[in-house]
C-alpha cells in the first residue's frame, strides 16, 4: 500500500508468529504477567512502550496471547488508562516540537507543511475518537492548550 504524504511504497518489517499457542520456555504466569503490566503502567508507561519492556527485558512475545486480552483492556480493567490515546498524544507532541522549532525558523517551509500535515492527522484522529465513542462528543483539541494535554 502507498503512503498518503510520501508518495513511497512501503511494507512493514516484522511479522507476528503464525502460531497462537503459549511457548514453552515462558516462565511468567497469566497472573505474573498481568501484575508486570500494572506495575509498568504505574511507573507512567505507554502501552507500546510496556509491550515493548516485556518483550525486550521480561521475554514475553505476545501479551495477547497469553492472555487472551491487549495491553489496553487490562489497563482499563484496573483503571488505569489514560484519558487520550496514546497515537493521539504521540501526535500532539510532534506538534509542540515543530511549533517550537518555527518559533526559531519563521522561514522553514517544509517545517510548515509538517505542522499543517499533522494538525490533519490529529483532527481525523479526534473525529474517528468522537465517532468511535473514545472521546467524548463534545470535547475540543486547541493549539494553545496543547501543552496541558500533554504534560
Known amino acids: 500500500m502507498a503512503r ?3 508518495g513511497k511504497k512501503g511494507k512493514s518489517g516484522s511479522k507476528k508468529p503464525v502460531k497462537k499457542t503459549k511457548q514453552v520456555w515462558l516462565r511468567y504466569s497469566d497472573k505474573e504477567v498481568e501484575q508486570l503490566i500494572i506495575k509498568l503502567s504505574k511507573q507512567d ?3 507500546s512502550k510496556i509491550g515493548t519492556i ?3 527485558t521480561y521475554g514475553v512475545p505476545d501479551v495477547r496471547r497469553i492472555l487472551n486480552k491487549k495491553i489496553g483492556k487490562i489497563l482499563e480493567e484496573n483503571k488505569l488508562k489514560p484519558k487520550l490515546p496514546e497515537d ?3 501526535l500532539i507532541k510532534k506538534q509542540l ?3 517550537k522549532h518555527l518559533e526559531s525558523n519563521k522561514k522553514d517551509m517544509p517545517a510548515k507543511r509538517g505542522l499543517q ?3 490533519n492527522k490529529i483532527n481525523k484522529l479526534i473525529k474517528y475518537y468522537k465517532r468511535e465513542g ?3 462528543k463534545d470535547w475540543i483539541y ?5 501543552k496541558l494535554l500533554v504534560s
Open 4 to 6: 498518503k504524504y510520501s
Open 45 to 47: 508507561n505507554t502501552q
Open 54 to 56: 516485556l518483550r525486550d
Open 88 to 90: 493521539l498524544i504521540a
Open 97 to 99: 516540537n515543530i511549533l
Open 117 to 119: 500535515l499533522t494538525e
Open 134 to 136: 473514545i472521546l467524548d
Open 142 to 146: 486547541d493549539r494553545q492548550k496543547a
